[in-house]
Every structure is written in structure tokens, then in C-alpha cells.
């Protein structure tokens, strides 16, 4: 009787203990199942296990999941999290995940060139990201995020930037205005020794000037050397694009000769010099590109209507290429050899 009781406990041992080794690696959901699962501050491991069913995790028992939590060090270590419940996806692998943070993330993406009010619309518009800041003036968005008394517009580095479920607005623009204030430091410690840039701060305004006025990337450079070329002799920098943002809420897409004459901080038609704050955000090539502009004469670009332009050294020559791309007159034969703009 005894050697017969040894037996059947061996063959009930073996038995359960094929039955775990199939859960550990067998699907935990169907094509039915919730496409995540949260775990929240404070949840134990049977919180979680009732999420998990909640969820339609219908395979195992409780005692095979706890089994397999405490062998992979798992229970009590679960982190704080969303994370994804795929078809076909073992006991193992998500107990993996929980274990090691692997949390589902969303993705944001800030666009260079953006003002301030494209920023916080896309922030406003982004799921599930929670929305701390939709109430608040950039004054008060500004010091939320510690930066009270500075302007918003160009502080924050369009790049595309990942977050959790449980993060908010705030949370995705501190860390775009952190890697701004490191990407302007760099820039500004690589900047050429002649630049007429007098701090970093000029460097960011006339990066987000270069940014929009820059139809293809690889003249960004010579944009920045017209542009430094006029601050460092004294010319008006002449820029449309601060005309069009000192207009605000004005502009309706056509910029006329009363809007150039019209004195705001931020027409460069009639005040000298870089305007007050960025116009937009500058990425990280218009960054290099302001510090480190191309050499050259060219103190005028004018737009070819294609994304590229016409540069030129004197107005002569600027005059000729605006008869030429944009009143469409008589274009000289050599009226496309120079890359470039200006005003």
C-alpha cells in the first residue's frame, strides 16, 4: 500500500508538474483578449493576477502563476506600467515584461519649425497623455516647468519623444526643453571663432529665422551666412517670416507691403539687429548652422519657388533673380549658377 501511495503521489507530481511546464509557455490570451493591462502603484501580485483575468487571461492556475512569479524572481517586482496582452503571448514572457518595465510607450513627434501654439497643440491632441497644461497661459506653462519669466517659443527641441500611460504634457516638455538647452550648448561651444553672435541665446533666434526660412537642408549654412553677413555689417536682416510672427493672430496668409512698413518687435524691416525670441523651434541642424554659417559675399537670397533659392552678392544681382523667379520677367542666362537668398 505504501509503495502504491509512493506511486500514484509520483505520478500526480509528475503530472502537475507537466501541466505547469505546458502553462509557462503556452498562449495566456485568445484573439479576444483586453489589448493591455495596467499595473498601478501599490498593486500586489494578486491585484495583479486579477487584472490579468479581467483581462481574459483564462489559462493556468493561481498557484501555477505565482509558481512561475517567485522561480523567475518576478513576485513583489512587477513594475508600474501599461503593458501589452498579444494573442499567443505565454505566462512567461509577460511575467518577463512586468519584471522588467518593458511598458508599452507612445510616441510624440515635434516638428522643426513649429511656433510655441503648434507645440501645445499636438501635445492637447496626443492619447493617452494626460493634459496638465491645457488650462495655462505660456506664463504659467513656463513655470510649471521651472523656467518662470522665459519665453516659450523655440525652448523646446523638435524630436520625436516617447511616454508612458500615467505621463502628461508636462512631462514631455520638460524633457524636449532639456535637450534643447543641451543641444544649444553644443552648438554654441562649436561656434566658429568670427560669428557676430554674442551669446547662445542670439544663436537660438537666429536658428529659428534660419529654420524657417529654409526650403531644403543643405542650405541651411548658406542661409545662416547671409544672415550673419548683414548683423555683422549693420543691414537689416529683412526677414519675412519675424514679420509674419510679430503679426500674431493677423497674419492670414499673404504678407503685403503695409505688413513690411508696420513696426512690431519682430519686423526685421524696420528694426536693426535679431528680434526679441525665437520665431519657432530650430532643430539641431539649424542650431550647427547658425553658429557655424558658409563663407562667402552673398548677402541676398531670393526664393526659386521649389523649395531652393537664388543667392547673390550684390543687389544688382538679387534685383535681376527676383525680376526673374517672382515677377516673372526676363531671367539672365547665368540666373540659376548661385545657390542662395536674401533679401
Not at 210 to 223: N, P
Not at 280 to 290: I, Y
Request: glycine fraction near 8%; charge should be neutral.
Amino acid at each position: 500500500m505504501l509503495c502504491a501511495s509512493l506511486l500514484a503521489a509520483a505520478v500526480a507530481a509528475a503530472w502537475m508538474w507537466n501541466r505547469y511546464q505546458h502553462f509557462v509557455d503556452a498562449p495566456a490570451f485568445g484573439a479576444d483578449a483586453a489589448a493591455s493591462v495596467r499595473i498601478e502603484r501599490g498593486d500586489g501580485f494578486a491585484t495583479v493576477l486579477r487584472k490579468l483575468r479581467q483581462a481574459g487571461a483564462d489559462t493556468g492556475h493561481d498557484l501555477e502563476w505565482r509558481l512561475l512569479a517567485q522561480r523567475m524572481d518576478a513576485a513583489g517586482k512587477l513594475k508600474v506600467g501599461e503593458y501589452a496582452l498579444e494573442p499567443g503571448m505565454s505566462p512567461r514572457t509577460l511575467l518577463q515584461r512586468m519584471r522588467d518595465g518593458r511598458v508599452i510607450h507612445y510616441r510624440i513627434t515635434l516638428v522643426e519649425g513649429w511656433n510655441i501654439r503648434q507645440v501645445r497643440a499636438a501635445l492637447a491632441a496626443a492619447d493617452p497623455l494626460e493634459h496638465r497644461a491645457s488650462g495655462m497661459d505660456d506664463a504659467e506653462l513656463m513655470a510649471a516647468l521651472g523656467q518662470p519669466g522665459q519665453h516659450p517659443e523655440g525652448r523646446f527641441l523638435p524630436e520625436t519623444y516617447l511616454y508612458q500611460r500615467g505621463d502628461s504634457d508636462l512631462d514631455v516638455l520638460r524633457r524636449a526643453h532639456a535637450a534643447m538647452e543641451r543641444a544649444l550648448a553644443a552648438a554654441w561651444e562649436s561656434r566658429a571663432p568670427d560669428t557676430p553672435l554674442k551669446s547662445a541665446e542670439e544663436a537660438l533666434v537666429l536658428a529659428s529665422i534660419v529654420e524657417k526660412e529654409t526650403g531644403q537642408a543643405h542650405e541651411r549654412a548658406q542661409i545662416a551666412g547671409v544672415f550673419s553677413r548683414r548683423l555683422g555689417l549693420g543691414m537689416l536682416l529683412q526677414t519675412d517670416p519675424t514679420v509674419i510672427y510679430g503679426m500674431g493672430g493677423a497674419y492670414d496668409g499673404n504678407i503685403r507691403k503695409r505688413d513690411l512698413t508696420t513696426d512690431t518687435p519682430y519686423n526685421t524691416y524696420t528694426r536693426a539687429g535679431l528680434p526679441p525670441t525665437p520665431i519657432a523651434m530650430p532643430g539641431r541642424d539649424a542650431l550647427r548652422a547658425a553658429v557655424n554659417p558658409a563663407p562667402g559675399r552673398t548677402l541676398y537670397f531670393v526664393s526659386r519657388n521649389d523649395g531652393s533659392h537664388v543667392f547673390s552678392a550684390t543687389y544688382a544681382e538679387h534685383n535681376a533673380a527676383v525680376n526673374c523667379y517672382q515677377r516673372r520677367r526676363t531671367c539672365p542666362a547665368d540666373a540659376g549658377a548661385t545657390a542662395g537668398e536674401g533679401r
